[in-house]
């Protein structure tokens, strides 16, 4: 990393982290309007909020203000240090995510040569916080929840690993500006224009992606850990005020940064082709930006459309479907990978 | 064997659990869940207390009574016009429809019936109080599972069904428009027309719900073969409705009762299924939504001009007897046992609500299924609290 | 005994005649439903004390010890797969639960007060044994059994009643016959205090464990109608300067369509 300017590292660091900690409430808020509260509201034929602000723009932040000045409640039996201690957790593992997202050619927090491999094992992380806030809170859904989530982490994060697989192959390298720059560089059957972003040659991969990221994000149709009308709320069932909202800006952290993942591995992350240089780190994190909104467009718009499968269903289509798929899509990639 | 004491009914629970377990290979310790009072999944007050293994069932145990309000015993210090006002209350999803059974009992004893107009409007209210209650299921069976959309179509499409009611009656949960010997008022001006267009808008919330729920792929394998009730069980459980005619009984009091309600005079067709499962209660509710719809429009199309409304005392004074009278009810068959000694109220009312038999399958059912099929089969019953608690 | 059949017979028969005919309804006419008697009384023997078929419906009262024989007879032999429902009535005389008030032109009945008399004069002897009026079918005591069963391939019920012994209301359980028995009985258990012998469980249904006393017996006061007089009143109260619609009746004539009153 070179800025015009030198600063020191702990400088540097410092803007790092106060970055990153500004963007996972933007991007929570962003998400969390955009998709939770107008476009879930018009699919369901109403408008949603609309009084805070200009279209109800400024609902999300009403909400906020109004969790942090509620009263912060342990439940009687719970496990008080454990208890407060998992929404930290949880967000902390949102937090690491964007630790190697690039935005721009410069413009990455730490360009990590294992990226995708540091990225998708602080995804799952947060599960610990889960299995921390279920059992914890003393509550038999929590519990059920927090159980129900591990069992779905074990069996999606597999095919989102393997799914990963044909990228990095492809690309040769696991650091995501690696991956960028070999879309960005790459051609299509000798045609460089666009450069060559992999949901062409790894659509199955995406696809694939795209589902096991929609359950790592517990969204519906997998949705089983939260289950609202099975298990009223799942783990969160007990938190109520700023430990919530530790949830929630987790829940719409993680969209966005798994989003920006699945944009950077498949759709060419923050390149546009035509733009290169240093006005790509003008112009990457919007470019970014939208393709995240594309790519969180499907995850919201599965969410509000299908209905949740059940528990056994749900370990089936990741063993018996989404496994296979992916390992033979490794396979076709290596073997397209040595002939060409 | 009687159990008077919590203490004993606790230890009478806590056996019929050991029983449970004997069955089981690999006995681990189960877990006791309360499903409800609050629950999402009771849409009301009704407990469920389920002993889990892992995530399966080994018995259930529904608890009512948390809503009772002691309609019984409330009719019999009323006199006979105001009890609708508080049957109106049972089924509060199907509002109109709860009047009909009781007045069509105090006719049969007073002897007055209603003249020609007035059968086929309570016959239009009734259908449509069946649109208004079923529609919402069709949507709420969506949000059971998962879907949250589904339920806000419905919403919107039985708002058009609510103001058409609102039109005649000025309620629009609790109309407490029929009366003894007719019905209060006559429609208002540009209803019918009104009325027919909500009809083509119903339908085609039936062929939405049918593109969006019933062909969507998880529905399917969530619903079909989960929560088989067999005809015989359904049957001595006293199940009804639709829920019995999910389990392949041709049996509908609308066509099989000579009921003095102007169903005969349409044109529609009683819906069965034969699978017994959660897909196939609602299906056949779907298909009953659709002919609710098209016996409306027939009834509107054919309406005879007329009074609505009988000669009757202004005092009403219902003659010594007993009258047993019952419809179909959007939740299944209603019925009302009115017992009069000649005074101004009933001397007892039994009140034979759907909802309480269908959900008294529910520890036969349940048994061994998983959680979320617990919600499934319970949202595939479709009872509203009110009717079962009275 | 208050001899209210006759009057029921009356009120049964005029539902049946006016009936228009024509509906694709197989209503059973009155000799299925005779017929149905008879069955049950081949089956049953001297158990079947009283019977009555007014219209479409028809009333079995059965001895007590043949409560569960009697549904046993209907499941197999009148093909009554389907169980209704299963309650009972209190025919104790109280006149302040008992949905006799009559309506007094002179303004409110003030609590306590001696009704006027118009139907019986039994109202406020309570207590006295055998005088209980009781209706279809007939009855001795002051407890009846009440159930009902159809027969969804007949499309024919039978309404059973069942005298019970006041001291000591018991009968035999029918959860053994049909399962749905369970709930009502369990109902019936704690809103009239009848026993069941051979249910599997009878324990509060709808009201909490440590509830005492029977709600549904005409002798267990509702609180309140003891704080608050009977709201009907004030209904059926005339109103004033209103005697000319008293008299007309209340027929309402649709304004646009014919006006041929009533």
Known sequence: MTFAVELAYWQTTTIKVLVVLGVIPVAAIVLGYVFLLKMMSHMQSRLGPMEAGPHGTLQLVADGLKFIQKEDIFPDRSDRFVFGLAPVVVLMSTFLLYIVIPAGPRLVVEDLDTGVFFALAVSSLSVLGVLMAGWSSANKYSLIGALRAAGQLIAYELPLVLAVVGVVMQAGTMSLQGIVRAQSEGEIFGIGFLGNPFIFTQFVGFAVFLLAAQAELSQTPFDMPVAESELVAGFM???????????????????????????????????????????????????????????????????????????????????????????????????????? | MTLTTERQQSAYVSSQAADARVNIELETEGMTLNIGPQHPATHGTLRIVVRLDGEQVLWAEPVCGYMHRGYEKLCEVRTYPQVTTLVNRIDWLGHFANEVPFILAAEKLMEIEAPERAQWLRTVFFEMARIANVSLFLGDMGVQLGALTPVFYAFRDREYVLNLMEAVTGGRFHPNFD??????????????????????????????????????????????????IPASVGLEYGMSGANIRASGVDWDLRRDEDSPLAWKHCDWKVWTHADGDAFARYWVRLQETREAAKIVVQLLDGL??????????????????????HTENPLGEMGYYVVSKGGLGPFRVKIRSASFNNISVIPWVLRGVFVPDVITILASLYFILGDIDR | MTPLSSAADEAGTGSAGEQPTGGDGDRPSDSTLQQLVEVLKAELGDAVVGSEVSGDDVWVRVEPGAWRQAAEACERRLDMDYFCFLSGIDWLDNPDLSGEKRWDPEGATPKGAEPAGEIDDEGDDQASEGTYGTGVAGGDTRFQMLARLYSTSRKIGVTLKADLDEADPRVASWVSVYRGADWHEREAWEMYGFTFDGHPGLRHLYLPGEFEGHPLRKDFPLLARELKPWPGLVDVEPIPGDESAEDEGDAKTLAAATDEGG
């Open chain 1, 237 to 340: 069932t007990e938190y109520t005020g700023f430990r919530f909202l530790f949830f929630f800006m987790s829940e719409f952290g993680s969209a966005f940064a798994l989003s920006a993942i699945g944009a950077t591995l498949f759709l060419g992350g923050w390149h546009f082709p035509g733009i290169g240089g240093s006005l790509a780190d003008v112009t990457g994190p919007l470019v970014l930006g939208a393709k995240v909104m594309l790519v969180a467009f499907f995850i919201f718009w599965f969410r509000f459309t299908f209905p949740r499968l059940r528990e056994d269903q749900l370990q089936a289509v990741a063993w018996k479907y989404l496994i296979p798929i992916s390992l033979a899509n490794i396979l076709v990639t290596g073997v397209l990978k040595v002939l060409f």
């Open chain 2, 179 to 228: 009366r003894i010997g007719g019905l209060k008022e006559d429609l208002p001006k540009g209803w019918v027309a009104e009325a027919k267009r909500v009809m083509t808008r119903v339908q085609s919330f039936c062929d939405q719900m049918e593109d969006l729920l019933m062909g969507n792929e998880i529905f399917d394998r969530r619903c079909r073969g989960i929560g088989v």
């Open chain 2, 304 to 325: 005879p001009s007329g009074p609505i409304q009988a000669k009757v005392p202004r005092i009403i004074k219902v003659p010594a007897g007993e009258a047993w009278a």
